[in-house]
């Protein structure tokens, strides 16, 4: 069976936490607190990723994260529960099937969609699969060892997002990358807060984010992370072309010059 096809199990499980839900919280103060800085820290990373097409694959974002990158193709997917008049997105489809043709994307975003889906490997697999090679993938996602996967502990089982997400720890995500050749490029973690929706008492806990980042780095609820899919080198091998083969009989003189 290829590797890229996907079976009916997959399709029925795939985003089985709907993504008009998930947007909803981050169209409230947590979210967009969360969403503000996640474009800070990504609006450092795509100016410097060249090429003709960058992919969005929406996951919660109310608007895109693209807007700082200097490719001028963008595109933004999202599934058939998101449509709403007058907002994104520019394509309609399942993230573990993306109706793009295969080594055609120069950049992926996903933004908090690996948590989200019923099919995690899959939707890796259908980007290592779009991007060209030497093409970068970056992907947002809740660290499960935070005070958000603490939370995620104490409120799982109010089935509310976004603690009702499968977070994915990056030293986990790293693994699954490599067997799908990607090198590691960079990954960072932020948003040291404790996620409280009370948002004057979150102004004043906005020291942490910078004591956080030299005392307590791996701790940060929110990472990123880019890799790049490697192309493996193959050593060009000079062809030994035989002399031809004559046509006189052995003993005949050959003329000279």
Known sequence: ?????TTDSEKRMDTAIGENTVKDWFAAQLGRDV???EKNRISRILPDLFGYHILQVNGHATEQLLDSSRIQHKIVFAQQDTIRPGKFPDVICK????PVASESI????LPHVIEFSGTPH???????RVLIGEGHLIIIGFNPYSFWGLWRLLL???AHVPWNGHYIELSRLKDWLSLLDFEIIKAEKFFYRPPLGNSKLME???FLEQLGQFCWSYLGGVYLLVAKKRVISMTPIKLQWQTRRRLISTGAIEPSA
């Open 106 to 109: 120069d950049v992926v975003v």
């Open 122 to 128: 899959q939707v890796l697999r259908e980007s290592e």
């Open 95 to 98: 993230y573990n099937a993306l």
């Open 1 to 5: 069976m290829n590797k890229y096809m």
């Open 156 to 158: 799982a089982w109010r």
């Open 204 to 206: 004043k806990l906005s």
């Open 35 to 37: 969403l503000d800085m």
